[in-house]
């Protein structure tokens, strides 16, 4: 009789254990911006870190690009957004490509590229990076899970998303566009 109950309890433990695991993982990737009251005082306070950035922290409406040098459908964007900041950066849209890796990879893949941002990016920004996919809206995708499609395009105003997209295309590019329209 003990023999067929132990099977049970290796199981039910197991499955305790990966509860656990799930929601320590959780918890840890959210505690760095859990005391913020807006979604988007994480991004203004690493924009007030950086002295050529600190006034742009006071813009409404933020157009995120994550993106990573080994994503190909990242580079294929870089020359659309270049396009859309052109077209509305006047009207206060900040447009940001922010990227997990370090600076040093980041300027030795731009400087291989054909399209380079004139947008600010910011590098070295994992924790930020992890921070905004977990904004995603799409209930797919688990609260915590690490980021799975690249690029990711959101934009927030007044502290709400209004826009969180992922993938490249130039369907995306025009859906980026229209939620920028409507934002202005």
């Known amino acids: 009789m003990k023999t067929k109950v132990i099977p049970y309890i290796i199981t039910f ?3 305790g254990l990966l509860i656990s695991t799930n929601a ?4 840890q990737q959210t505690a760095i911006f ?3 009251d807006n979604i988007d005082e994480p991004i203004r306070k690493v924009l007030e870190q950086d002295d050529f950035l600190t006034d742009e922290s006071h813009n409404s409406i933020f157009v995120i690009n994550l993106w990573a040098t080994w994503c190909q459908p990242c580079a294929k964007e870089i020359p659309h957004l270049n396009k859309l900041v052109d077209k509305y950066e006047k009207d206060g849209v900040l447009f940001l490509a922010i990227n997990a890796e370090k600076e040093k990879e980041v300027i030795e893949w731009l400087d291989l590229q054909k399209h380079d941002f004139i947008y600010f990016h910011l590098h070295n920004h994992t924790d930020l990076a992890n921070y905004l996919f977990q904004l995603n809206p799409d209930t797919q995708y688990k609260t915590g899970q690490k980021p799975q499609h690249l690029p990711t395009n959101l934009i927030i105003k007044n502290g709400e998303i209004v826009y ?7 369907n995306n ?3 980026l566009e229209e939620a920028i329209r409507n934002c202005i």
């Open 173 to 175: 590019i025009q859906l």
């Open 164 to 170: 969180y997209k992922t993938g490249y295309s130039e």
């Open 34 to 36: 859990r005391h913020y």
């Open 24 to 27: 320590i993982s959780r918890w």
């Open 13 to 15: 433990c197991f499955i």
